[in-house]
C-alpha cells in the first residue's frame, strides 16, 4: 500500500486492521501490517503479524524471512536464523526465488 512507502505507517496498519476485519484469511494483509508495525520499531507485534501471515500461507517465504529480521533486532538469534532457514528452503523450492526481504507496504 502507498501509505507504507510515504512514511505513513501508522495510517498504513489502520488501513490493514480494516482489510484483516473484512477477511481475516488475507495473508498479504497480515505481512504487510507486519512490515509496517517492523518499520516503528514495535518488533513483538510485527512477529505476531508475520506468524499470521505464516499460519495463513506456509510457503510465504518473504514473511519467514521478515520474521527473522525481527527476531534478530530483538536479539532473538536462534529463533531468527531459524526463521531465515525457512525462508530459504521455501526459495529453493520455487522458480522464482524471493530477492526481497522487507518490502515496502
Do not use: Q
Not at 536479539?75 to 528452503?89: L, N, S, T, W
Amino acid at each position: 500500500m502507498a501509505l507504507g512507502s510515504l512514511g505513513k505507517y501508522d495510517e498504513a496498519i489502520k488501513a490493514y486492521d480494516e482489510a484483516i476485519r473484512i477477511d481475516p484469511e488475507l495473508s498479504r494483509a497480515w505481512y504487510n501490517k507486519g512490515v509496517a508495525l517492523d518499520s516503528l520499531g514495535r518488533y513483538d507485534e510485527a512477529i505476531r503479524a508475520y506468524d499470521e501471515a505464516i499460519r495463513l500461507d506456509p510457503e510465504l517465504a518473504v514473511a519467514w524471512g521478515n520474521k527473522g529480521l525481527a527476531l534478530d533486532s530483538l536479539g532473538k538469534y536462534d529463533e531468527a536464523a531459524k526463521a531465515y532457514y525457512k525462508a530459504i528452503r521455501i526459495d529453493l523450492k520455487t522458480d522464482m526465488p524471493s530477492t526481497t526481504v522487507k518490502s515496502v507496504p
